[in-house]
Each structure stands twice: as C-alpha cells, then as structure tokens.
C-alpha cells in the first residue's frame, strides 16, 4: 500500500490553531477525537491542549454549552448566545464560533458540534485568532450528508475493483476481505469529519454475489469499519441486493409482501443492530440496470422499499431507495420511450406510499450525471415524500479525473435550482424545509457518490481532491460560493502562505479550477444533448457510441439537425413532468435555456441561439476554445514550477497532458462529425478535418 498524502488537512493547516493554548470542555467520543486531533497538532507546532478550565488564559476555548464553570469569554458568548436566540438552537451538529476579549470561542450543545466547529476553525486559520470575530452560527442545512462507495470486494472483470472508479482500488476492501489499512480509513473518515460528511456506504450499488454477504456472514467486516468511522462522527449503511432472502436466506422468493421475506429482513436486521448499534441502514438499486427488485415479483416499489423500512423502524435506520429505474433494454428505433421521464412516471403516483423511513434517492438529473442536465422534475413531483439528491463526486462523465473538472459550480447551481420558479431551491427540498425554513417533515438529504480510491493522491489527480472537500461543504451550506469553497481547500491544502510566492500559487489554482467544468463542457457534448461518449468506459469521444444502443441516450443527428424532442406538443411529453414555470420554458426553444437546447428540442443546425450563433456555429466555436482553454491551463500550471511538492506537480502535468490531448481529440471529432453532416462551413475557416 502506498502513503497517502494528507490531502486538505496537512500539518500546516493546523498551524494557527496547534500553535496556541486549547482549551476542550466536554466529554464524549467526538469531543474526545477533536481532543486527539489538537493533542497530535500542538506537538508538532509548540501549543498545547487543556482540558480543564483552571489552565487559562486560553487563545481558544471549545466547550459544550453545558459545561460549567466556562472561561469569562466563553460565558460572555453564551449569554450572547442565549439573547439572540434562546436555547436549542445549534441542535445536535450546529456550533457557534465568535472571538471575546482575545479569546475564540466554539459553543456546541453535542460534542460533534465540537468536532465540526474545530474543523472551522482550522479553515479560518489566523483570521480565527485576529480581530474581534462577531458570534455566528453555523448549523448543517440538512442532518444526512452522505457518500455512497461503489467499491466491490472483488474486482470485477470490465469495472474494476470500485465501480466508475479513478483512484486504484478501495479503500475498504482488498485481496477479496477487508483491507487490512485501517490507519488508511481513519485518515479518509478524519478528512470527512473535516467537511461535516456523516455517513457512508461501504458498497456498490450493484451488489455482486460476494459483496450480498456484507448482510449476514461477512457482517463482522463492516462492523470493523463501523468502528473506525464512529469516532468521527460517521455512520456506516450498507448496499443490498433485493433479492437477498432468497440469495443469502434459501428462501424461494424474495417477494417483499411475503410473511417470510418480511420475516427474513426484520431478523437479518436485527443481528444487523447487534453487531453496529449506530447502523444507519440500507441502499437499494432495485430493478434498475439488471438489478433484482419488486417488479420481479408484481409489486410497487413502495412494496418493496417498505418492507425493508419496517425491518429498519424499530432501530431508527432508514431505506435510501434509488429511483434511477429506467428500461436500459430499449430498442433504440422506438421513438416513444425516452429514458429522462422513467423515474417521475415509475415513482410521482408513488408519493405519500413510502414509509416514514423511506428515502427516496433521486439523481440530480433525469438521465445520468451528464455534464450539463435539467434538474429532474421528479425533486418538484414528491411534496409527501422524503428526497435524497444524488450528485456524482466520481467524474464518470467529467473526465475521470485525468481531466481539471471542479463541479463546485454545477453542484452549486443544481441544488439553487427553484423547481417553481421561486421561493424553494432543490438544497430546500432535500433538507426538507420551505420556503421561510420552516420544516416540511420530509427531510431527505445530500448523497453523493465517492471519488476515493486507495491511490496515494486520494483521487487519482490530485486537483480531484476539491471535488470531494465543495460536496461535504455544499452538503452542510448550499449557499456557500463554490469559488470560495475551491479557495477555502487550496489554502488548506496548498498552504500558500508558507510559500515562496502565496498570489501566484492562489490565483493559478483559481484560473486552473474555477471555471474547468464550463470548459469540460466546452469541448465535450454540446448544447445539453449528453453523452457521445465512448460506451462502456465513458471516456473520450464517440458521437455515435450510443447512438444505435438500447440505453436510451440518443441525440438524433442527421443531416439538417440534432437534439431530443421532448416537448409536449410535438415530442415525448418530458417536459410536461415540470411544475410551472419550466413546463413552459422548457416547451419552448424560443425560451429554453441555450446550455438544455438539445436536451429539450430537435432544432436545425441553422437555429440561432440566444448567443446570437447557430447552433453549429456555437459547436465550433466552443471547441475550438474549450481545447485551447486547455492548453492555457497547462501552460499556467507549469508556471507554479517549486511551489508545489514534486509528486503532486509530476501527477498532475501528466494528467494535463492526457486532458490536453483528449480535448483535441473531442474538438476534432466533434467538428468534424458536424461539418460532415451539416455541410456548413466554419465561419472562421479553422481547420475542420
Ligand atoms: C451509471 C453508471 C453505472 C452505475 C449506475 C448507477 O449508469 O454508469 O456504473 O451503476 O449509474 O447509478 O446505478
């Protein structure tokens, strides 16, 4: 195994906390790990921790809101505290940090409040420790911010060890058992700790035949990671395979309204319960993509997600059930069936069916976490269910992290969305309020699929890392600006201040990062169309890789045009799943976005956008530029030549490299494909091959 490198949280980015006198007042196990954490700091840059009050003065107090016999400071923020708002408000996770007479503050009422509120103070670094800091609180927006692994125990022989992985192998399993790198997922649950991610799965969504056994006899391998993670506040859920009763349980059915399938399930889970008390529940991909699930037995998928919910109830875990259920077996000259409406007319007439502890699963965009997608109608559809967004940390179509795609910004605008037009967001519906913050009853939460691999970088490139550290942030605080969010993890990781040349080593970082998912979408597909991928691996391009396949992602190029009619007047109807007013905007081309053109309309390549081009015209254009953008960043990245560690500066100029060639590589492919088709000449006469 090789060392990982510390990612976001290197010595150096404690240095402004471990360099001063700490006091923690609390006890409990996170309290304990912020202590630990502190302790192993202050060894390495000459501070100390204090666990008693009568030590002080202190530079920085952390203390439960309980505890008695706080420091002056510490009780003036209380009391300020208690003012403005009265008791209860940081609830389980929330902290409050201000900065009184020299002294910086962190109240929580529970000791992950403690432990989320040390990490934030290291991301403030000396702005925690200079002028008076005015108390504010900081609460997570929803209470389930989680990861979703697609590690397999095996490797399996075309998707390797972890499915849609970039980052070598798994960092919970290897050589077909645990991995015996435990030091490795106690580093991996301290990073997520770090940017308030609390709880993960630990297995594919396809469960395979091996990994089905997680459940019952290899159970005692999740409870070994259940024990590592639980000190950081992280709870461990398991993926399973619907058809595990009759799999793992010598039933003759798995059917979910049969007595002893529900008998089955509630046992299972309860041995389950004995093992990880904490156990947070079940992932399901069910009838989706070759997966067993209900409709193998003629039942609802409220059938089938409740029966496993009520073996969950009595322990107070939930279901996440997934709702990407979609026929991947279609005949690609069926014009009726489009792919985008499956989830909303599979789950929408489901709603107000699923159990209290159903969460139901939704991918950010109807098709695929495809560079540029509509929000899926079916987060607008649900009022009476409890919704999970599912976003993709792991850049299955972003370029796999050999290419710099910081999706801070598409993350960022999918969850400030308004499915209405107004008044609610996405991040709202998730989190289960309205419009005024009020609780709707139905929190869900943000999911996210991991980019982690046991590569020594984390995340293959290295660059990658920032994707992993904007979803735990925008998970806790949507509204945070992802720019801000790229610049809070380059000055933890970087630690430019420590640097020859901290401007340059920033403001490169931002220029290389900041806008790289527009320009990954410059040069891939365009026009919201998706997908021209190479099938199977999903990398590089193939305009017609799909374009004759049973997946339902086609983009209907001929000679006079390109895109998906999905119109109510003329097309699939797709647009009729959203509440007004996007129904209606959507409808029209007139009035479509020019980023979802091609998701929503059939247009010619003649048709004048918004921009003022046609639309074949924009197809040049972009990718001409989105290939030279690249080349830009290559060439400033080679200007931070000794201001980075020579294995991250290698790793990533190789990367570069490849991003710079596949690029191209789209450009040309992409030119021309529509130069041939279209006849259309570049206006600017570059070169179309
Ligand atoms: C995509 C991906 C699969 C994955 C699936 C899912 O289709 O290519 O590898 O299993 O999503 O989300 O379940």
């Keep these: 195994a090789s060392i990982a490198h510390a990612a976001w949280l290197p010595p150096e980015a404690l240095r402004a906390v471990a360099s001063r006198r700490v006091l923690v007042m609390s006890d409990g196990m996170l309290a304990e790990t912020a202590a630990q954490e502190i302790a192993r700091a202050v060894a390495h840059h000459g501070g100390s921790l204090h666990r008693a009050a009568d030590g002080g003065p202190f530079d920085l107090v952390l203390a439960l809101t309980s505890a008695d016999g706080l420091p002056d400071a510490a009780a003036m923020a209380l009391a300020e505290l208690d003012w403005r708002a009265g008791q209860d408000m940081l609830g389980a996770e929330g902290f409050a940090l201000g900065r009184r007479d020299g002294v910086t503050v962190v109240l929580a009422d529970g000791p992950a409040g403690l432990l989320y509120g040390l990490f934030h103070v290291v991301r403030l670094g000396e702005a925690a420790f200079g002028a008076s800091l005015p108390i504010e609180v900081h609460c997570p927006v929803t209470a389930r911010r989680m990861l979703n692994h697609w590690d ?34 106690r580093a991996y649950a301290r990073l997520l700790a770090s940017i308030g991610v609390n709880a993960v ?11 089905a056994h997680l459940l019952t006899d290899r159970l005692g391998d999740v409870a070994a990671l259940a024990d590592v993670l639980r000190p950081y506040g992280i709870r461990t859920h398991l993926s399973v395979n619907f058809n595990s009763p009759a799999a793992l349980g010598g039933l003759r059915t798995a059917d979910p309204l049969d007595d002893g399938v529900r008998a089955w399930w509630a046992d299972t889970t309860r041995q389950v319960y004995a093992a990880i008390p904490d156990f947070g529940g079940y992932v399901v991909k069910a009838d989706s993509e070759g997966q067993p699930g209900p409709f193998g037995y003629g039942r609802t998928h409220a059938d089938g997600a409740n029966t496993l919910a009520a073996a969950l109830a009595p322990f107070g875990g939930v279901v996440h059930w997934r709702a990407f259920v979609y026929n991947h077996t279609q005949d690609w000259r069926d014009r009726s ?175 290389v990062m900041d806008d790289s998912w527009q320009t990954y979408e410059s040069y891939t597909a365009p026009l919201g169309v998706g997908f021209m991928v190479r099938p199977g691996s999903h990398y590089g391009p ?21 895109g998906v009619d999905r119109t109510r007047a003329t097309g699939t109807g797709f647009t009729g799943q959203y509440p007004q007013p996007w129904a209606q905007v959507y409808e029209s081309a007139a009035s479509c976005p020019d980023e979802l053109l091609l998701f929503f309309h059939h247009v010619p390549y003649t048709h004048v956008l918004h921009s003022g081009k046609t639309v074949v015209q924009h197809i040049y254009d972009t990718h001409f530029e989105g290939a030279d953008r690249v080349a ?22 190789e990367r570069l490299d490849e991003q710079s060639r596949c690029a191209q590589e789209w450009r040309d492919q992409i030119n021309t494909y529509f130069y041939r088709k279209s006849g259309i000449p570049d206006a600017h006469g570059r070169r179309i091959h």
């Design 152 to 185: 397999n125990i095996d490797t399996h022989p075309v998707m390797g060890q972890v499915e849609r992985g970039y980052s070598g192998g798994s960092i919970f399993w290897r050589d077909g058992g645990l991995t015996p790198d435990l030091g490795r997922v």
């Design 201 to 211: 799965t630990v297995n594919n969504v396809n469960v395979h035949a091996t990994e």
């Design 337 to 511: 069936t489009d792919r985008a409406r499956a989830a909303y007319d599979h789950f929408a007439p489901l709603d107000g069916h699923f159990a209290g502890n159903v969460i139901l699963q939704v991918k950010y965009g109807p098709i695929d976490f495809q560079t540029r997608e509509p929000v899926s109608p079916v987060i607008a559809a649900m009022p009476g269910t409890r919704l999970a967004v599912e976003l993709q940390v792991t850049q299955e179509y972003t370029g796999q992290q050999r290419h710099v795609c910081y999706l801070g910004p598409l993350w960022h605008e999918v969850l400030a969305f308004e499915p209405w037009g107004g008044g609610r967001t996405v991040a709202a519906v998730a989190a289960g309020r309205h419009a005024d913050n009020g609780l709707t009853g139905f929190e869900g939460g943000l999911v996210a699929v991991s980019n982690v691999g046991d590569d020594p970088f984390w995340t293959g490139h290295p660059l990658a890392q920032a994707n992993l550290y904007a979803f735990g942030r925008l998970a806790w605080n949507p509204h945070l600006d992802p720019a801000a969010v790229l610049g809070e993890w380059i000055d933890l990781t970087f630690t430019p201040a420590a640097t020859a040349d901290p401007g340059l080593l920033r403001r490169t970082l931002h220029e």
């Design 542 to 562: 193939d305009v017609d890789g799909y374009e004759y396949t049973p997946w339902g992602t086609y983009h209907f190029a001929d000679r006079d045009g390109i």
């Design 632 to 653: 830009r960043m290559r060439s400033r990245w080679a200007g931070l030549a000794g201001l980075v560690a020579p294995d991250v500066d290698a790793r990533v100029r």
